[in-house]
Each structure stands twice: as C-alpha cells, then as structure tokens.
C-alpha cells in the first residue's frame, strides 16, 4: 500500500502538472516533477507562516489619466520576501495560494492593508485616487466576500467608489453564474469591477455583455509590440470596450511610443514600468502630494496638461 500511496501522489503530481499548462492536457508523470512538487509543499507551508507573522508586503503601482495625466488611482501587488531565498515573486506564489484555501486568507490580508493604505492616502484630499486589488476566483466565490468587503471598506473608512477590485475572464469562467452573482451585489455595494489581462481568455463578445464591470485592462503582451506591431487587435479592443461604456486600461507600457499611439488611440489609462514601478506607500504619497501641489498652483495659474512623468528609478 506504500506503492500505493505513492502511485496517487505522482498522479497528484502530474495532474498539477496538467492544469498548470492548461484544459484538456494528458501530462505523464516524471520524477522530476517530484522534487517541484516539494518546492511548491514547501512554499506553501512558509508563506502561510509569512501571511501568519506579518512577513509580506504590498507595493502599488501607479495609474494615470491619457488625457490630463493626473493620477488616478494604483494597483496593489503583494510582495513576499523569503527569509533565506530572498524575494519570491508572485508568477511563483501567487498560483501555488491559489490551489489550496491560503488564497483566500493571503488576499484577505492584501483587501483589508489596501483599504487602510488607500483611506489614508486620500485622508485629507479630494484628489480621490482609488485602490485596485486583485482578487482571485477562490476568494470571490467564498461565502460572505461582499460582507467581508463591506466590512473593510466601513473599517477603513474608505468610500466603496475608491475600491477596484481586478478579477480575470479565464477565472470567473470556472463557475459563470457564482462569479456574475457575486460581481452584481459588489457593483450594488458601489465597488468598482475590472477585467484583468483582457484578450488572454475567450474574450468573446458575449462575457464583456454578462460581466458587470467597469473597465477592462488589455493584457501587457498586447501592449508589448506596440506602435509597430499589433495595432489592429489594440485599436479593435478600444473600440469594442468603449462601445460597451467600458474605460480601457493599458497594462505593462514601457515606451514613450507605446504610451503616445495609446493616447492616439483613445485609451484612457496607462500602467507600466514607463509612467510608475510598482512602489512603496511612502513613494506613492510623495507622487500624491505633488499632484495636490500641482492641482493648487494649476488652479491659480491655467496649464496644459503635465506630460506624464517618467520614472527616474
Ligand atoms: P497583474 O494583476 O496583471 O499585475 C500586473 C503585473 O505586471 C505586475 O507583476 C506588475 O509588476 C507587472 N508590470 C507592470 N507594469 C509592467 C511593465 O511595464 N512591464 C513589465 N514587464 N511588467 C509590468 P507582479 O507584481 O509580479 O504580479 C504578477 C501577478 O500576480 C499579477 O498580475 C496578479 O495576477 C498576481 N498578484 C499580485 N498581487 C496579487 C494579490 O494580492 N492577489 C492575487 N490574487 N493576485 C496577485
Ligand atoms: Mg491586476
Ligand atoms: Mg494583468
């Protein structure tokens, strides 16, 4: 029965294998695959002492206006610094939460951070720069997530409008109307809903009708060839989303010139290494503060609109 055991465990293995490439894939099973497994069980069992012992972080990176270039909002990434292998990223963390219940605690904690963090950036200014926290299908389909929101927003004293929460198509697939019911009480609750890594998944017309959201992010390897290559696919996704009243976000700009045929192309926000790194709070503060100071001299002296910053790191 030691054979056994083993037989399920490798075929445990090789089905992880499996969903991790894909739907309808066969994966044998290879004896290297044993030694991924334990690095990933491994993982698995510090992280979730990490998430215990206050042992991760949040930076944010920073969302900007195409039109006016103000700042309008940044997204929360998690961050995770192993004690002795140093940072780990989320690529490698992120799926492994994701396949068991630590998920839902992990983004729990990055949920209730963000809304303090975001409350006390927008404390004392009308600028109002939202939070964006992504949310897996796990945590979505959990009994109570909207409660549990709710409960975070009134904590932290953060208006329900200042919340976005990110959710991708390829995960909200897994269970349709769970997902649909469950983004339909957010929205009602005032939260606002974006589709992540758009025109990875199906993408097809029909989703973008059903799910209630309010703006879609076009995936970076979409961005990535731009101005030169794949303009017809980008110009296409605007065109569509906008005609669903969606706003549009560009994921993963690098370029000037990707940044400058965007705005051409009527896209309404910018994210990448080029307009702001993902950060810490205190850098994402000083970006606000010179914004309000920005805001007061503008509106005593009229400016054109500040071309976007780039970064210096
Ligand atoms: P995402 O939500 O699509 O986040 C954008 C990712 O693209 C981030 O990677 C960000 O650092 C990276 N990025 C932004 N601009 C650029 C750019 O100009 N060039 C390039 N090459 N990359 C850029 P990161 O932080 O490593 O996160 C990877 C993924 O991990 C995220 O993709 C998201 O799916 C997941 N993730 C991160 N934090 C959380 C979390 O708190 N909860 C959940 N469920 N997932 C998270
Ligand atoms: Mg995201
Ligand atoms: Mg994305």
């Not at 690095?39 to 069992?45: C, G, N, S, Y």
């Not at 920073?62 to 997204?75: K, M, T, V, Y």
């Not at 100071?293 to 210096?312: F, I, M």
Request: negative net charge.
């Amino acid at each position: 029965t030691a054979e056994m055991a083993e037989l399920v465990s490798n075929a445990d293995i090789a089905l992880y294998s499996a969903k991790s490439r894909g739907k309808s894939i066969a994966v044998e099973f290879q004896s290297e695959m044993t030694a991924e497994a334990q690095r990933r069980a491994r993982i698995e069992a510090e992280l979730r002492k990490a998430l215990e012992q206050d042992g991760l972080d949040i930076v944010y990176q920073p969302q900007f206006d195409c039109l006016s270039g103000r700042l309008l909002g940044a997204e929360a990434l998690v961050r995770w610094t192993h004690p002795t292998e140093g940072p780990i990223l989320p690529a490698e963390f992120v799926p492994i939460a994701e396949n068991s219940d630590l998920i839902v605690a992990l983004g729990r904690w990055v949920l209730w951070r963000a809304c303090r963090d975001a409350a006390n950036w927008n404390a004392g200014t009308n600028a109002g720069v939202h939070v964006a926290v992504n949310i897996s299908a796990r945590q979505l389909r959990t009994e109570g997530f909207t409660d549990e929101v709710c409960t975070a927003l009134k904590k932290s004293g953060l208006p329900a409008s200042l919340l976005e929460l990110e959710l991708t198509e390829s995960q909200l697939m897994s269970n349709m109307s769970v997902g649909i019911q469950a983004m339909q009480e957010l929205r009602a609750a005032g939260v606002r809903l974006s589709l992540d890594d758009f025109g990875t998944g199906y993408s097809s017309l029909s989703y973008l009708q059903s799910f209630p959201v309010h703006s879609i992010k076009i995936d970076r390897s979409f961005i990535c060839p731009l101005p030169n290559g794949g303009q017809p696919i980008v110009t296409a996704i605007i065109s569509m989303a906008h005609s669903f009243g969606l706003l549009v976000v560009a994921e993963g700009v690098e370029y000037p010139a990707q940044l400058e045929w965007l705005c051409d192309a009527r896209c309404d926000v910018v994210q990448g290494f080029l307009t702001g790194r993902p950060m810490r709070l205190e850098q994402l503060l000083a970006i606000i503060r010179a914004e309000e100071e920005q805001k007061d001299t503008r509106s005593r002296t009229p400016v054109a609109p500040r071309p976007h910053r780039v970064p210096t790191a």
